[in-house]
Structures are given as C-alpha cells and as structure tokens.
C-alpha cells in the first residue's frame, strides 16, 4: 500500500496547534468530554488482554439498541477510522472495484487510493442539495465491484438520505452481491427519525460508528464495525487481530460505562447543538457572500461562497486564521472547491461560535475583490 497524508490531518487543529486558534470551528463533533465528568469507576479492571472482538458487555449493550442485531455481530475497533480501514482492506485490492460518495470523510476514499483499486467517485453537487443519485450509483456497478461506500449523516454536508434510498441501495447492493458500506457516526446526532441501523436491514450492510463524534470521547479511539454476516466479520476479526490485536481494555471500559449513562448526557447534548445550529442558521440568513444547504443531521455545515463574489481564498483561509485566530475545514480537505468551508458548531460554545462566525464574515470582506 503506498500511503499518502490527508490535508484535512496535515491541516488539523492537533497539527496546528490548539493554543494558535482562539475560535475552532473545524472540529467535526461535540466537544470533548472531561473524564471527571463522566463519574466512572475503573478501580477494580484488570490490565488483561482484551477480548480480540472486543468486551462482551460493551458489544451486548450496542446489539441491546438496535433489532436484529446481536453482539456476535458487533466487532469493536480503535474509533471508526480503524473500522474503515479494516474494512477497506478486508474487502478490496487492486482488481476490485469501488463505488464512493465524495465529498468523504478522508479515510473513506484514501486508503482504498492506497490499496490501489479501481474508484468511481458520486459526486454530490450543491444545486442538488449534495443528494445521492441512486440510479448513477446502480449504473456504476460492475462484475467486480465490492462495495458501495456511503455516509449518513453525511459528513461534511449533514445531509440525511431517506429510508427509501437507503433500501435502494440495499437492493443494488443484494443484487449485485456486494457489499453496502454505511458510515454512521452521526447517527445519534439525526435531526429528524432516525433511520434503522442500515446493517439490520441485509446482510449485505456494513455499519461503521464510535463514540467520538456524537458522544465527544474521541480520546478514547472505540468505534465498531456491524455485520450479520458471519464470514465477513470473521474477515474482519482476522484483520484486527493482525493489525493490533485487541483494544485498549481501558478505553473499552470507559466507553461501556459511558454508554450505559449515555441518556443522561445526551439532553443537555443536543440542547446545545440546537442552539448553536440556530447561531449559525441566523447567520447563515445574514451572510449575503455565502450560501449553504441546510443540514438534518451531526453538527457539521458545508456552506460555499457564493459563485459570483470575487474572493482569494488562499488570501480568505490565511486572513482567517493569521489574523483572527480562526479555523474552518477548507473545500480542499474533502477534494472540493475552496469556495467551501465546513464549518463545525457542536465543539465550540455559544461565544466562542459567535465570535468565530464574525471573524468568518470579516475576514471574507477583506479578501473580497
């Protein structure tokens, strides 16, 4: 495999440096939990080896949630990003072939460059309010095509599909007898219904989530590949267990104890994603420079500049964050235009957002030609 830094890493806050941004607002979840808040108790865990599929507890209480699902059908990785990659290298080599929605959270479409097979990219367009095109997606698929690669909510538009799309692809997905590969690390960040968890519905699903983005324990690297079926997750188990065995039974502890409180952080959770995403909806109605579609889902917007403001956007991301000490996720970390920006409001506090989102708008009026 021959591997290639993302810019969305090389550019990150952690890359920068936290103590250079005043206004961060290009973090893509809510913010990071304090472990003292959390009141859990770890006094009495053994520093073992863990289970290799993960701790049987924590996979029983993510099966509990969802129907038919069981916890056999659950393997816990390092975060999502290591869930991707495993079932990226899993599925995939260089004579297979992928159907990938893009803009993408990074992994999704590096690592299966890296592998080196063959990539059809769905491109989701503004004027179609960043939609799937089902049909384009059917057309696509060939004999050898392994898998459809999908987020939702989607990460950077926090746009949802419907359920109908979703069984669309199910479908394709079936009767092409390949897989349907859902990322859905926003799952509990949905606006509206939830959709079911896609790996539910056929065995043809692979549903990929953790902790860090909805719940705000990034730190503690728990995320989990879902599957009912059984040869693919024994795949999968293989490759975990060659590429780092078992998990961290400190991380895996925190986050059962967690999760198992889970509803009483989540109120005060979404309370203030609500609040912060009408800042940002007002905002957004003010601007008179940006346009966006409006989002159902995660704590992420993708609004652009608009087509006819004559702007620098090197000259308005330097100002941006030189001058304000403000960080967006500029276009080209998701392989778009710089007329992009994804903008995260669930990280950043009420003043912190306001203060941020000024800065945006000054600094677009000094670049603006």
């Not at 078992?246 to 989540?266: G, P």
């Not at 500029?330 to 669930?346: A, L, S, T, V």
Request: charged fraction near 20%; hydrophobic fraction near 40%.
């Amino acid at each position: 495999m021959k591997y290639k830094r993302m810019p969305i890493e090389i550019e990150s806050p952690e890359q920068l440096g936290y103590d250079t941004i005043e206004c961060n607002l290009a973090e893509s979840s809510i913010h990071d939990a304090l472990f003292k808040d959390l009141q859990l108790n770890l006094n009495e865990l053994i520093l073992c080896y863990g289970h290799h599929l993960g701790k049987p507890e924590l996979r029983e209480f993510i099966a509990s949630e969802y129907t038919d699902i069981s916890a056999e059908d659950i393997l816990i990785t390092a975060g999502a990003a290591a869930a991707l990659f495993i079932a990226a290298t899993s599925l995939l080599s260089s004579k297979d072939h992928l159907i990938v929605v893009r803009p993408n959270y990074a992994t999704n479409i590096e690592t299966p460059r890296a592998i080196g097979c063959e990539i059809d990219f769905i491109d989701l367009n503004f004027e179609t309010d960043f939609q799937l095109n089902v049909p384009l997606i059917q057309s696509l698929i060939k004999p050898n095509t392994k898998c459809i690669s999908i987020t939702t909510p989607h990460n950077p538009t926090g746009t949802v599909i419907s359920e109908q799309t979703l069984l669309e692809l199910i479908e394709a997905a079936e009767l092409n007898n390949c897989f349907l590969l859902v990322d859905e690390t926003y799952r509990d960040l949905t606006a509206g219904i939830k959709l079911p968890l896609a790996a539910s519905l056929s065995p043809n699903v692979i549903s990929v989530s953790s902790v860090s983005k909805a719940f705000g324990l990034p730190g503690i690297r728990i995320g989990w590949l879902i599957t009912q079926n059984k040869k693919l997750q024994e795949l999968f188990l293989a490759a975990k267990e060659q590429i780092f065995l078992c998990n961290s039974i400190v991380d895996e502890e925190i986050a059962y104890q967690f999760l198992q409180k889970k509803k009483s952080f989540l109120p005060a959770v979404h309370q203030k994603v609500k609040t912060n995403f009408e800042l940002v909806k007002i905002w957004m109605d003010q601007n008179p420079n940006l346009e966006w579609v409006e989002p159902q889902g995660g704590v992420i917007c993708f609004p652009r500049i608009k087509k006819e403001i004559i702007v620098n956007t090197e000259l308005f991301y330097s100002t941006l964050y030189n001058n304000y000490k403000t960080l967006v996720g500029p276009g080209h970390w998701f392989e778009m235009d710089k007329r992009f920006m994804r903008i995260g409001y669930g990280w950043p506090d009420k003043e912190s957002l306001n203060k941020g989102l000024f800065n945006i708008s000054a600094a677009l009026n000094e670049t603006i030609r």
